[in-house]
């Protein structure tokens, strides 16, 4: 095997990346001294090649215990893309396939071998391990999806809890735990239950940069703000649905619509799980509609967007879920629509489970999933504090940030709430009250007479969104409380009655109604480079003739790097991160014959969407301005698109003219200004503004020089 002076070296030659993400150096050399490790490293983060650049670099077989079928051959058709010798044994193999396989691991071809668990605890596989170990040796056991080992997580499966056969069979031999979501709890439960031996532990921050969070209120519109969320996002999507008739329906409204869309669910066959899933994979259908059976381990790294049409069941599901957008650390979007129905059909599932203190926890994870939803701080904060981690806030990229909901005194409201629930003498639940508020004929209401009480009717001015909204509110506030028998019926205590005193005030924050812009579509359709689309175009090609998913050719990060310095040799190519020593041999040439086409039209016919260097050329920022102009948008409506102020729009618009690009200057400003502007640039010249605005007086705005200014430079520089 070739010996490399240093792990970066090897990380290039191997994977094509120039540098390790954090903490992977660290946890490289400890499995290089042959230490148990406990890696806990959220999706993205590059947990597998802290594991399988060792395997290449230790003498032996690296056994890889993973749970499900399409991950083990998903990360060995992405090893052997790379030129590394990797394969799996599982129940899609034949006998024959299967004896083939066994025997280029016994004769030293492997370095990796993917394994699940029911496999490698069974009788006819522990003596081939042993063979293994004897012939070959076995460099180490590396359990994947390592929380399922914890019935603590939020995957449990026994028969993770018998790896730990592994450490007395295979005492010598190191264990490495990997898992992308585990709360200290989990953490602790997967060191005792695989016998880990004073592991080293690596915990990365779950922060993913790239991920915006957000949550919107789900009603009548929902699909509507689906279907735009589709076509304003670039790229392969999962919605995540609770039933299966949920997925149904949406796949077949997507698909009326338009959208490449497939359902997956339990419901379905075995086979045509296994077709819609790998249409995904590869690029076929754009849109999964899913149950959460779906997603766990795919190793698709573009997925832009996770749309959650239903409230998860716990903050550790939805962080593993929506986790699945931006593997590859590019820009992507998380959405969950959220609305109290869905905590109703959830309570209901829980009570249908007979252990107590399973169902009292999985009641408490819900919760803590409607606090997340109905939370108006930092998304992040939340999810991180979730996972033990501190995190300040302001994080910039989640609704709640970026719009923080207005506060408004809803004090009188929650006195009216608080008792109609005494009036009714605690005795009900949130449904009922509001029902009563809102003056409620319903058999309920008038069997027990409530159309009688003083609060009957005394909140028709709200709707049962807002009550709701409140009496959850009071509920996080600790203003109200409320019994876990199931039935969640409504108790005050002694801070309720201090808000019917008057002693304390209620802050509500009111819902903001989403507004759906064409602003990131225009954005994707502009940024996404001519270059970058044809090399896509091509990594498709590629990809269909070889029978893989796309993503195993090149990543869409190298892609963009390839566009953004378009390589004209494989000296130059192969620099760029994510392109190896095997892949540039396989596909180098293929791919710079597409760059030099490209250049060379450009040079014959410059178009106004392509991107290029240099100063003649606009910026990403400068054409989006200039699509929205072109749908006829004022500047003012351009600027609260985009986020921006005014005289920014106004700079864009300038350069755009000064660039030659097909700005209507006489649609901002008159003719007669422009001649008198263009009459003393001719007399000052190229001079600062204040000294032209002085000249020509108070009746002409800094914003109409700037502009006839970029006409008139642009004329000069011809």
């Given amino acids: 095997m070739t010996a490399y002076p240093s792990l970066e070296q090897a990380l290039k030659y191997y994977f094509g990346y120039d540098n390790f993400r954090p903490g992977q150096r660290e946890i490289i050399e400890g499995a290089m001294q042959n230490r148990d490790l406990l890696v806990v490293m959220p999706t993205g983060g590059g947990k597998s090649i802290c594991f399988q650049l060792p395997a290449l670099m230790k003498p032996g077989l690296m056994v890889v215990v993973s749970p499900l079928i399409a991950l083990m051959q998903d990360q060995v058709e992405g090893l052997r893309k790379n030129g590394i010798a990797a394969t799996f044994l599982n129940s899609s193999l034949n006998q024959y396939q299967t004896r083939i396989r066994e025997q280029a691991i016994l004769r030293g071809k492997l370095k990796l071998l993917y394994v699940a668990p029911e496999r490698l605890l069974s009788e006819r596989f522990l003596p081939f391990l042993d063979l293994v170990q004897h012939q070959v040796g076995i460099s180490a056991f590396a359990i994947d999806e390592a929380h399922c080992v914890s019935e603590w997580g939020h995957d449990f499966r026994p028969e993770y809890r018998q790896l730990q056969l592994l450490r007395s069979r295979f005492g010598d031999v190191p264990v490495f735990a990997l898992t992308a979501t585990a709360t200290d709890r989990v953490r602790s439960d997967i060191i005792t239950q695989l016998g880990l031996r004073q592991p080293s532990i690596h915990i990365a921050s779950f922060n993913r940069q790239n991920l915006y969070y957000e949550v919107r209120h789900k009603n009548r519109a929902a699909y509507k703000e689906i279907l735009e969320l589709i076509q304003e996002n670039e790229g392969a999507g999962i919605i995540y649905c609770l039933t299966r008739k949920q997925v149904e329906e949406i796949a077949f409204k997507l698909q009326h619509d338009k959208i490449s869309a497939l359902p997956y669910h339990a419901g379905l066959s075995d086979e045509e799980r296994t077709q819609n899933q790998t249409k995904f994979i590869r690029d076929d259908v754009r849109v999964m509609v899913a149950t959460i059976a779906f997603g766990m381990g795919i190793n698709k790294p573009d997925v832009r967007f996770i749309i959650h049409y239903s409230l998860p069941r716990n903050l550790e599901s939805y962080y593993q879920e929506s986790g699945r957008a931006g593997r590859d650390g590019e820009p992507s979007r998380c959405t969950m629509f959220f609305n109290y129905g869905d905590i109703k059909t959830i309570e209901w599932s829980l009570n249908q489970k007979t252990d107590e203190q399973e169902q009292l926890i999985a009641k408490q994870q819900l919760r803590q999933m409607v606090d997340y939803a109905e939370g108006t701080v930092c998304r992040r ?224 016919s410059p178009s106004l969407g392509t991107i290029r260097q240099g100063d003649n050329f606009p910026s990403i920022t400068e054409l989006l301005t200039l699509q929205l102009y072109q749908q006829g948008l004022s500047i003012t409506e351009i600027a609260t698109q985009r986020n921006l102020r005014p005289t920014t729009i106004v700079r864009h618009l300038c350069d755009l003219i000064e660039k030659n690009q097909s700005v209507d200057i006489n649609k901002l400003v008159s003719k007669n200004k422009q001649q008198k502007i263009l009459q003393v640039l001719e007399s000052l010249g190229d001079i600062s503004l204040t000294p032209l605005k002085e000249h020509l007086g108070d009746s002409y705005s800094f914003d109409e020089i700037r502009l006839v200014r970029g006409r008139w430079r642009y004329k000069n520089r011809k």
């Fill in 381 to 604: 904060t939340i999810q991180l504090g979730y996972f033990g981690e501190r995190f300040p806030g302001n994080c910039g990229n989640c609704d709640n940030c970026r719009h923080p909901r207005p506060l408004e005194d809803w004090t009188i409201e929650a006195m009216k709430f608080l008792s109609c629930v005494a009036r009714c003498k605690e005795r009900f639940g949130m449904s009922h009250i509001i029902d009563v508020l809102r003056g409620s004929k319903n058999r309920k209401v008038m069997q027990y007479k409530h159309n009688e009480l003083s609060t009957y009717g005394i909140g028709k001015d709200k709707t049962a969104d807002e009550w709701r909204n409140l009496g959850r509110s009071l509920l996080h506030q600790g203003f109200l409380a409320q019994t876990d028998d199931g039935y969640s019926v409504l108790k005050l205590n002694s801070l309720s009655w201090e808000v019917m005193r008057k002693q304390r005030q209620v802050s509500l924050a009111i819902p903001v109604k989403s507004e759906i812009t064409t602003l990131q579509r225009n954005t994707k359709a502009i940024a996404a480079d001519i270059l970058v689309y044809r090399l896509r175009k091509l990594r498709k090609q590629l990809a269909d003739e070889q029978s893989v998913p796309p993503y195993v050719i090149f990543a869409d990060s190298t892609l963009k790097l390839m566009s953004q310095l378009q390589p004209q040799t494989r000296d130059e190519l192969g620099k760029i991160s994510g392109v190896g020593s095997n892949k540039l041999s396989q596909y180098g040439d293929q791919f710079l014959a597409e760059i030099r086409a490209y250049r060379q039209e450009q040079d014959s």
